[in-house]
């Protein structure tokens, strides 16, 4: 292993080895692995072998089964994982080795200490893995998400706010609002400045900024010619936005520049829970729109962009993951007749719940104040506002979860 592929490592997983005396091995892994460097790690006190798989067994009582073509697929030296990219080089399809795994020696011998795990394989090649890594990776052991789990709004909700400083001057405050939002689904950011772009500002300090079929940043204020309910003054019921595209919009930055408009006032509300809540009182309207894919499409002289899709989108364990809610670009109802009054019916259903005042978030947007919310979990919406009284001026954009999860998972490190 050469001495520039250990610097290409995680800085603080090397440095807190070399502290330790010894000798580094770098796993090509950003997230702490090692023991004593935050990692939940415990040593590695003895190592046996039965065919085809190695048997570990930790200071903390935790026994893993490793097999052979497992080890060898993650070797994480220079020549099986790039020292620059960290991705892997190794494929196992073109290693002669790999078909001697389902036998007994592939393996030529092995050695380990309390802290690396040594492997000499039978063509030579030699893998090394910190006992720390293996400890987190350990087969049957769930890798901790360093995300935190999504929860329904209990009833009366209050969201978690974040000033703008905190936001902007450290980690701290980043990860709280980051947590917060991955959490809730929704999160303030108090006293930031009142100057156009900010929203992208904070939006590219995370990810870029997922551009739609109105760009990449938009303007929310009433405008002549709308072709969009959000530029006109009217009040807007709870919706998702975009629903009619494959992959709408994950996360949405609105910032307010200018609210003194009488009305206006913002509303959310949790898709999920109102998802489960309708579950329970109604398990027929849940089973009907979970399982009937509808028709999503917004229309103007540049564009027609339709998606047919359930308005509750359930995950592999039946858990919602996605709502579509957008009720003024829900295209025709295009279902067999006997199917309508059932669907409206159960449409009908998850909108009362939607407007229970218990389950909603209401607020105005003070000017410097910025909401994030999870566009595919949280409805929003607003009150008609009297743009003959005052100005009204709200900048916005999305961004992909991915990028949100990237920025949390760094800023654990
Ligand atoms: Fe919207």
Partial sequence: ?????????????????????????????LRRYR?????????????????RRLTLHWSDGRTGQFPMMWLRDHCACDQCRHPLTRERLYKLLDDPLWERFDGDDALASFEFDANALTLT????????????????????QELATLLPTPTPWPTHFTPSHVSHADFVDGSDGRSRWANALLRDGLVMLDQGPCELEEVSRIAESIGPMRSTNFGGRFDVRSVPNPNNAAYTAIGLELH?????????????????????????????ADGFAAAETLRAENPEAFRVLSETPIDFRFQDDGHDIAVREPVIDLDGEGRPREIRFNNWIRDTLSLPSDQIEAWYDAYRAL?????RPEGRVELTLEPGQMVAFDN???LHGRNAFDPNTGKRHLQ???????????HLRVLSR
Avoid: K
């Fill in 376 to 378: 595919r979990r949280v």
């Fill in 240 to 268: 998702t936005d975009l629903p009619n595209w494959r992959q709408p919009p994950d996360i949405q930055l609105l910032y307010c520049l200018e609210n003194d408009a009488e009305g206006g006032e913002s509303s959310f």
């Fill in 351 to 355: 909108w009362q719940i939607l407007r």
């Fill in 1 to 29: 292993m050469s001495s520039a592929l250990l610097s290409s490592g995680g800085a603080f997983n090397d440095a807190l080895t070399a502290r330790q005396g010894q000798t580094p091995i770098d796993m090509a892994e």
């Fill in 35 to 51: 023991q004593g460097s935050g990692a939940p790690a415990a040593t590695l006190e003895s190592v046996t072998r039965q065919a």
């Fill in 121 to 140: 394989w039978q063509d030579g090649h030699v893998s090394r893995f910190d006992a720390g890594w293996l400890y987190q990776r350990c087969p049957g």
């Fill in 396 to 406: 916005g954009t999305y961004l992909d979860l991915d990028m949100l999860q990237s």
